[in-house]
Structures are given as C-alpha cells and as structure tokens.
C-alpha cells in the first residue's frame, strides 16, 4: 500500500528568493537607556532554543538569528558589549566526529522520494568537525540537547563520551576544557546580565518519542535517566536554583523563560488523528473490514467493544495504534480466536498483534515523523512474521503501519502520556516562576504566547504569525524549532519584561523583518 500522508504546504510567489537583511530602525535623536541593569557582558545560557537550532539542525544563518543574538544587538544601544557565539562552519547544518558525520543536515522543502513536496535533508556534507575546538569565550551558551541537569555535569563536553551519550557533541567544539560545565562555562565570564531559557527537553525528548520513555519523579539520580525520560520536579528544581544563583553572583539582572507547552507544536499537530481517507485504502477497504469485523466479535465478547477497529467507506478514519495504558489481552484474545475457528497460528499472532490496539481518536496526537509511515509496509513486523513462516504476501498484508499493524509508541501520544507531559510542564514552570519571583528577575511566559500562537495566531508589526506547519510564519520545518521570526517574537516579549523589571528602555525589533518562510531547495532564509 502506498503511503499517501503527505504534507501540505502553500507557496507564496517569490518564496524561493532569500529575503534581504534589515537593520532595525532607531528613530533619529531617540534615546535608549539601559535602566538598572548593566548590559556590558551578556550571556545566554540554556538549549537548543537558546543556541538559534532550526530545521532540525544548527547552522550559521540560523545562530545569526538565535534570539539572544538579535537580543544583543538592541542591547548595544544600551550599554551593550560584544557578543560572541560559537558559529558552525556552513550553512549547511550536521556534525562530523573525527570525520564521520553524526548528524543530519538541515531540512529544506523540496520534492521527495515520491514527487511531493516535503521537508528533506539538504544534499552537502558538513564541515562542522567538533573535534576542531573553538578557543575563547561565548556569549551565546545555548547547547542543543542540553537539559537542567546537564548544564552542571561535568564532562559533558568530552568527545569520548558523545558516541555513549554521555557528552554532548554541541559543547564538545566551544568548551573550555573537557571536564568543565556549562554554567562554569557561563559564569567564567562574570555575565553583568544573563538570560536562562532550560528546562523543554526534560520533558520534550519523552514528548518528541511519542512517550517512549517513563517519568523519573522520585528518582533524584539524573546518572540513572534514560534519554527521553522525564526529569523529576524536585532535580530540576535544585539545578534550576543552582544555576540562577551562580548566574546572579556577578550579574545585575536577568530574565528567565519558562517551558511552553510541547504539544501546541507543529510536530504533534500537523498530522490528522483521522488521516486515511477512502481513497488511501481503495479496493482493499472492504477487505479490511470484513477481517475486522471477525476481531471486533471477539472485543465484543471480552468486553471491550470500544476496541473496536472499522474504516469508513465516506470519511476519513483513524489508524490503529498500540495503546499501552489499555490492558493486554493478547491471551484471551488468542483463546476466543481460536475458539471462532481461527487456527492457533493465526490466532496467535492477531492476539499478539492486537491485545491493547485500538483505532486513534481526537485525544490522540501523531507526531510529524508518522506521516512518512502511514500506510508503509514496517519491515521488521514484516520479517517477524516470515520467520514465523508466514507467507510473504500475508506477512506484507499484516505490516501495514496504521492499517493493520499497530502504530508504534514512538509515533503516537496518548491522552495519559499528554498528562505524564501537561503535569510536569506546570511543575516546572511553577519553579521558574517561583525562583524569578523571588529573585526580582525579569521573567517571560513563553507557555502562554506560544499557546496564543497555536490558537489562533498573534499579531506583529507585519501580519499575523501561527503554529500551521511550514505556512503559519512561526515554527522551522522540524515543527519544533523557531523561524527568524518566531525567534523575534520571543526577544520582543523579552524584551518588554526586562524594561517593565529593570526600568529600561530597550527598542523592540521589527518582526516583519526576520523571515518566517521555509528554505526551499539550496536557499536559505534569510
């Protein structure tokens, strides 16, 4: 079956062209005062946001663009100094590790595989080797990866540690030294004023895994973590308090961000929950339903009719996906197969295969990645199923990602891994609030304009900017990352808390003047 989601995506006339860079105006004989804070050294601590990453990579023109670089230079009509960042070799994005490449180039909008228009790696190999380690100090510490705790882990910039995930290879080409930190890093630099933006990938890499992971709360051993696991509230608290306060020994002010709501995200909302029309399953719809109808008998009569599986013949219809919060009923399944007539090979693998399935619904969310496999036939299901001497033909027949084989964890949340996500997301931000408060610092509710964002749009100085993918102005093509543009969003917000905080007078930018269009084929947005 051929796989028929695809994105889609409106072009603009003269999209292709980059975009010329602005200057932000400053009105003539204007004068911008910096207010109680002093704007000299200005540091940037945090992740991926902080470090400018967008289409799925870091790369020049998107550091140039980072919101603490556009941040700088409206400081530098207050006070500001120099801000140094730790700029990568090309615009093409991607890392090599002593010559071998370790990840992927950035994403463009380009035609796949199959004729349509959809984001791809840019064609190149990077130049990026991070073994080459950059000398000096950097203003921009944003560390792509990095969570709470991995800001005050020691060797989290050794090279022989990435393979192992144990160092970040981010860190690996601007350290100081291979057991140093990244808050030692920062405040080495006696920052006058800093900005703290740390915390989404505590909970964003369980939430990007479609929840593959578990959360920690209880365990305060952050060595003990799974990659996409959740950080526990009481960890992130005690390093979110221990980097503010390294931070404030030298500074005299700062402005803190809190966590938006991963799932308000184009990642988790481009893909429909109720993506396979009639036409993606043609002659075989029939088919289908006639097969599920003999397991919808069986749910029937173990009780759990809404497991139900039926594709509409008029409408669009959800795929299956394994629900691991349902009870596994692989066993009794197997047994009322086999009971129906079904013979215990067979019975077997559809119990096993449909023990905690059901169709996707409204509560669910499929992340931007499943849309490539939809309606494709899972290769490893495929071979499973062969080994156990299933012919190939019905081994394909049983593979189908969505259609007859379960969604894999990795490409759906679930209602109860949204609440795992929603709870964490409120402890956290309650702790950032709390430690701004507390503090006198500036404090920016990133939480909410991006909520605004996603429903419904906000209005800048040139229009109006959205979370709708590719189109809607404000997220890169990872459906995670900021544009140009949405990253002006955020400094202009940050930048009205710092003059309400520290009775300064800093000059918002012009958001119209930072792109918010995809790169399409070789260009770059400017």
């Not at 932000?24 to 990453?53: H, K, R």
């Not at 509409?312 to 959800?318: D, E, P, V």
């Not at 917000?493 to 000059?507: D, F, G, K, L, M």
């Amino acid at each position: 079956m051929k796989n028929t989601i695809k994105y889609t995506v409106l072009l603009a006339l003269g999209l292709v062209a980059c975009e010329p860079e602005f200057e932000n105006s400053v009105e003539e004989n204007e004068v911008y005062t910096n207010g109680n804070a002093d704007f000299s050294t200005y540091v940037a601590v945090g992740n991926s946001l902080t470090a400018g990453f967008a289409d799925n990579a870091l790369y020049q023109q998107g550091q140039k663009n980072s919101y603490p670089n556009i941040l700088a230079g409206q400081f530098e009509l207050v006070g500001g100094g120099e801000f140094v960042q730790p700029l990568t070799s090309d615009n093409l994005g991607g890392l090599l590790l002593n010559g071998v490449q370790i990840q992927d180039t950035r994403l463009i909008l380009d035609v796949d595989a199959s004729g349509s228009l959809a984001p791809v790696n840019i064609s190149g190999t990077p130049t990026t080797e991070i073994t080459n380690t950059l000398s000096g100090s950097f203003n921009n510490m944003g560390v792509p990866g990095a969570k709470s705790f991995h800001l005050v882990a020691e060797g989290y910039g050794n090279a022989s540690g990435v393979l192992t995930g144990q160092a970040n290879p981010y860190f690996v080409r601007f350290r100081s030294s291979e057991n140093t930190t990244i808050l030692a890093d920062a405040v080495a630099q006696s920052p006058t004023f800093f900005s703290l933006w740390i915390g989404s990938n505590d909970v964003l890499s369980f939430a990007s895994s479609g929840g593959v992971g578990v959360s920690q709360e209880g365990n305060l051993d952050p060595a003990t973590y799974g990659s996409t696991d959740i950080t526990d509230s009481n960890v992130f608290a005690g390093v979110y308090s221990q980097e503010v306060d390294a931070l404030m020994a030298s500074a005299t002010g700062g402005v803190v961000l809190n966590i938006p709501s991963v799932t308000d995200t184009p990642y988790f909302t481009t893909v429909p929950t109720s993506p396979l029309g009639p036409d993606d399953l043609g002659d075989q719809l029939a088919t289908l339903n006639a097969t599920y109808a003999q397991l919808n008998q069986a749910f029937a009569f173990l009780g759990v009719p809404e497991r139900s599986i039926e594709f509409s013949a008029t409408a669009a219809s959800g795929v299956v996906v394994q629900d691991e919060s349902l009870i596994d009923l692989s066993n009794e399944l197997t047994q009322v197969l086999i009971q129906g007539g079904f013979d215990a090979q067979t019975a077997a693998i559809y119990g096993l295969q449909y023990g905690q399935a059901r169709q996707s619904n409204e509560s669910d969310l499929l992340v931007l990645t499943s849309a490539s496999v939809i309606g494709v036939v899972n290769e490893n299901r495929f071979a499973e199923l062969v080994a156990l001497g299933v012919p190939e033909a019905i081994a394909g027949q049983l593979s189908v990602n969505g259609v007859t084989y379960p969604m894999e964890d990795q490409y759906v949340l679930i209602p109860e891994e949204q609440e795992m996500i929603a709870d964490a997301t409120a402890s956290f931000n309650a702790t950032i609030e709390n430690i701004a408060t507390a503090n006198g610092l500036a404090f920016v509710d990133v939480n909410t304009l991006l909520s605004n964002v996603a429903n419904g749009g906000v209005v800048y100085d040139g229009g109006l900017i959205t979370s709708e993918f590719a189109t809607g102005g404000a997220f890169s093509l990872d459906g995670i990352h900021l544009t140009p543009r949405g990253y002006a969003i955020i400094a202009n917000e940050i930048i009205e808390a710092i003059n309400n905080t520290y009775n300064s007078t800093v000059p918002v930018v012009n958001v119209g003047n930072y792109s918010g269009d995809p790169s399409i084929g070789s260009g770059i947005s400017e």
